[in-house]
């Protein structure tokens, strides 16, 4: 069983580009996660996906950030215009929620996009 | 809001010798308790978690740790650490009703042969 998969591994991208980012979950996984790690700190989170719904983005940015779960392919977090404050490691994360087991609320994280801006 | 509190930026040990790197949370009931670990450059390994029932709890690569509702804590313990556990920890929680994950800040553990 694959684990999570993201996509591109670092990324650069000069001011005023755009950044998309990819996450595959695990297979059998339906929710997704997205994490911000800045510079040594802490994971943040983001935003919390379903297929093709976003169930909680307390954490993303008002502005310049998205985030998308299609029915199908992977999870994109797009990040518009970037700046130099967003070089950071993007990490995905993805959970089962299946009831009765103790895998509820247990998410597996990717590896990780580490994105410099230029 | 919940929050969680590792007091430990950095720590280190020799080889062999025992860790117990600390952990604190804020919740009002029991959260879901978690201990990852990031080597450098790379994602995050579930270490262990904690949902319900013996306190006590074992995960991979030989830790364990132990919640104790009274002082709010989830102390992660090695009894014999070696080199390759040369890495960062993250202690984090949930509760029901939200999925994010709040992570503490983390604790760097060097090893020192």
Redesign the interface.
Known sequence: NAG?MQNPRHLVRRRGQEARLRCSPMKGHS?V?W?RQLPE?????MV?LQKENI??E??MPKERFSAEFPKEGPSILRIQQVVRGDSAAY?C?S?PIRRGT?D?????????T?LTVL | AQSVTQPDIHITVSEGASLELRCNYSYGATPYLFWYVQSPGQGLQLLLKYFSGDTLVQGIKGFEAEFKRSQSSFNLRKPSVHWSDAAEYFCAVVHTGRRALTFGSGTRLQVQP
Do not use: M, N
């Open positions: 999570v929710h996660y994490y700190e802490g994971l943040k989170f919390y169930i909680d307390s954490g990490f994360a959970s103790q509820t609320d247990t998410q597996y994280f990717g590896p990780g580490r």
